[in-house]
């Protein structure tokens, strides 16, 4: 192993598409908009010239492979690298990677970790898997242009990879921010009824501390990291994951948890942030008392129900009349006057209506959000999202002080209904007494929590 074959087998770990020739692979670079020619021809040219220069070299030294390249106007770059392929399957099957269709889904790179003993090789290993999936598009960022971040995008279900590559990084002093993990409790934390959940995994690096500790070998790449950085005010350090402070907030429980593309250790597990993966997951980085702490209170931090879901008048009723709990329900109409739900928010924004006792009941916020989505103007909605839900209703109260909404309240606190204009959302209640009594820990393994289903039983007991 030296530091050029460190590099190439980052760059078709990340990016390599192997199919049925035998003298030919592809390496997929899925830039997007940052790479596309319509966006920046300037840039296209310097990407071109990053892959026939330096990637087109390092293939004929090593592998005695041609390089070629295919662009889309979408920015998708493609390498074709042609020529008798031989050795660079024995390389990957040497480290244990088949050489089938995207690598990065199924690739595991312990074997090749292995043999990266010094933090140079390390290093020019990650700048492969930088320039084919790190992302540094603006957009990367958390929360404000403040805080400019590198993101490693995985397809897939390769739960291990991404574990293996947050190691490596750690044992750089190259800490990372957040795991986006390809799974429900992350990507649709607040709909059990949202089937797209399957975005894929997103290893997130604050650019000053890759910066420092990581390396790009596109020029391109390293040139759009110092422009990004240069939108910071400061510069910033990440903090270790076992000492970081941790924001916990409800998530509801969704059917995707039980997938079977999911691993064995992660499947049938209700997670409840994005550390609580790594204790499951047994990594040495890991904050487990303060995962294992949350585990006292963990009815506040889980929902049976949706916590919010909007939809079309339609298919709320069909949710409603194939759910036997739902259906079941008695409900009682209220006609409730938006400008009085404007008053009570203000009031108290973390109040909870409906309920039976003092910690029971619907939240406000997301009564708020429900009625800003039925209420407004097509104009008004990005998608099913409101434009400001707060100000939709404001607005729509101000014009029409007798303007009311539709609510139905159920007799149990199942979901909460609100309907009206040809929409309708459901809204779960926060019940923590009853919802813990849903939760277990899994014999196999003391940080995975599972969670059956919810009853009638469960909740008339609780009246």
């Given at each position: 192993m030296d530091t050029d074959k460190a590099y190439l087998l980052g760059l078709i770990i990340g990016?390599?598409?192997?199919g049925n020739a035998e003298d030919v692979f592809n390496i997929r670079l899925p830039y997007k908009k940052w790479g596309s020619y319509l966006e920046n021809?300037?840039?296209?040219?310097?990407?071109?010239?990053?892959?026939?220069?330096?990637?087109?070299?390092?293939?004929?030294?090593?592998y005695g492979l041609s390089v070629q390249y295919e662009t889309t106007p979408g920015g998708t770059w493609t390498i074709l690298c042609e020529g008798d392929t031989t050795t660079v399957k024995n390389d990957l099957m040497h480290?244990?990677?088949a050489c089938e269709g995207e690598l990065r889904?199924?690739?595991?790179?312990?074997?090749?970790?292995?043999?990266?003993?010094?933090?140079?090789?390390?290093?020019?290993?990650?700048?492969g898997l930088a320039d084919t999936i790190g992302s540094m598009a603006k957009s990367q960022r958390r929360f404000t242009d403040e805080h400019q971040i590198i993101s490693f995008e995985i397809k897939g279900y390769n739960f291990k990879f991404v574990c293996e590559?947050?190691?490596?990084?750690?044992?750089?002093?190259?800490?990372?921010?957040?795991?986006?993990?390809?799974?429900?409790?992350i990507h649709c934390t607040s709909d059990s009824y949202y089937a797209q959940w399957n975005k894929g995994f997103k290893l997130r690096i604050l650019l000053d501390q890759y910066a420092q500790f990581g390396a790009f070998a596109f020029r391109t790449k390293a040139e759009t990291s110092n422009e990004n950085r240069r939108l910071q005010r400061e510069i910033h350090a990440a903090e270790r994951c076992e000492t970081r402070d941790m924001h916990f907030t409800p998530s509801t429980v969704h059917p995707a948890e039980n997938d079977p593309r999911l691993p064995a250790v992660i499947r049938g597990g209700h997670f409840i942030h994005f550390r609580h993966f790594c204790t499951v997951m047994g990594c040495e980085h890991a904050p487990?008392?303060?995962?294992?702490?949350?585990?006292?209170?963990?009815?506040?931090?889980?929902?049976?129900?949706?916590?919010?879901?909007?939809d079309s008048y339609t298919q709320i009723e069909n949710i409603i009349q194939a759910d036997p709990l739902l259906f079941s329900r008695d409900y009682t109409t209220l006609n409730i006057n938006a400008r009085t739900l404007i008053e009570q928010y203000n009031e108290d924004k973390t109040a909870l209506l409906y309920g039976t006792?003092?910690?029971?009941g619907y939240p406000i916020a997301e009564i708020l959000q429900a009625v800003a989505y039925v209420i407004a103007n097509d104009d008004e909605l990005s998608g099913k999202r409101p434009k400001g839900y707060f100000q939709i209703v404001e607005r729509h109260s101000n014009d029409d002080a007798c303007l009311t909404v539709e609510i139905r309240k159920p007799d149990l606190l199942t979901p909460l209904v609100i309907v009206g204009n040809g929409r309708g959302a459901l809204i779960g209640a926060r019940n923590p007494e009853v919802y813990k009594k849903l939760v277990t820990v899994s014999p196999d393994n003391e940080y995975k929590l599972l969670v059956r289903e919810i009853t009638e039983e469960d909740l008339s007991n609780a009246r």
């Amino acid at each position: 192993m030296d530091t050029d074959k460190a590099y190439l087998l980052g760059l078709i770990i990340g990016g390599g598409v192997f199919g049925n020739a035998e003298d030919v692979f592809n390496i997929r670079l899925p830039y997007k908009k940052w790479g596309s020619y319509l966006e920046n021809p300037q840039r296209a040219g310097e990407i071109a010239g990053d892959i026939l220069r330096k990637v087109g070299q390092m293939f004929r030294a090593i592998y005695g492979l041609s390089v070629q390249y295919e662009t889309t106007p979408g920015g998708t770059w493609t390498i074709l690298c042609e020529g008798d392929t031989t050795t660079v399957k024995n390389d990957l099957m040497h480290y244990g990677i088949a050489c089938e269709g995207e690598l990065r889904g199924t690739a595991d790179i312990s074997q090749v970790v292995l043999e990266l003993v010094d933090d140079n090789l390390k290093r020019r290993f990650i700048a492969g898997l930088a320039d084919t999936i790190g992302s540094m598009a603006k957009s990367q960022r958390r929360f404000t242009d403040e805080h400019q971040i590198i993101s490693f995008e995985i397809k897939g279900y390769n739960f291990k990879f991404v574990c293996e590559l947050c190691r490596l990084l750690y044992s750089i002093n190259c800490i990372p921010d957040q795991v986006n993990w390809n799974h429900p409790n992350i990507h649709c934390t607040s709909d059990s009824y949202y089937a797209q959940w399957n975005k894929g995994f997103k290893l997130r690096i604050l650019l000053d501390q890759y910066a420092q500790f990581g390396a790009f070998a596109f020029r391109t790449k390293a040139e759009t990291s110092n422009e990004n950085r240069r939108l910071q005010r400061e510069i910033h350090a990440a903090e270790r994951c076992e000492t970081r402070d941790m924001h916990f907030t409800p998530s509801t429980v969704h059917p995707a948890e039980n997938d079977p593309r999911l691993p064995a250790v992660i499947r049938g597990g209700h997670f409840i942030h994005f550390r609580h993966f790594c204790t499951v997951m047994g990594c040495e980085h890991a904050p487990y008392c303060k995962i294992r702490e949350q585990f006292e209170h963990i009815g506040e931090l889980i929902n049976p129900f949706p916590i919010l879901h909007k939809d079309s008048y339609t298919q709320i009723e069909n949710i409603i009349q194939a759910d036997p709990l739902l259906f079941s329900r008695d409900y009682t109409t209220l006609n409730i006057n938006a400008r009085t739900l404007i008053e009570q928010y203000n009031e108290d924004k973390t109040a909870l209506l409906y309920g039976t006792s003092a910690n029971t009941g619907y939240p406000i916020a997301e009564i708020l959000q429900a009625v800003a989505y039925v209420i407004a103007n097509d104009d008004e909605l990005s998608g099913k999202r409101p434009k400001g839900y707060f100000q939709i209703v404001e607005r729509h109260s101000n014009d029409d002080a007798c303007l009311t909404v539709e609510i139905r309240k159920p007799d149990l606190l199942t979901p909460l209904v609100i309907v009206g204009n040809g929409r309708g959302a459901l809204i779960g209640a926060r019940n923590p007494e009853v919802y813990k009594k849903l939760v277990t820990v899994s014999p196999d393994n003391e940080y995975k929590l599972l969670v059956r289903e919810i009853t009638e039983e469960d909740l008339s007991n609780a009246r």
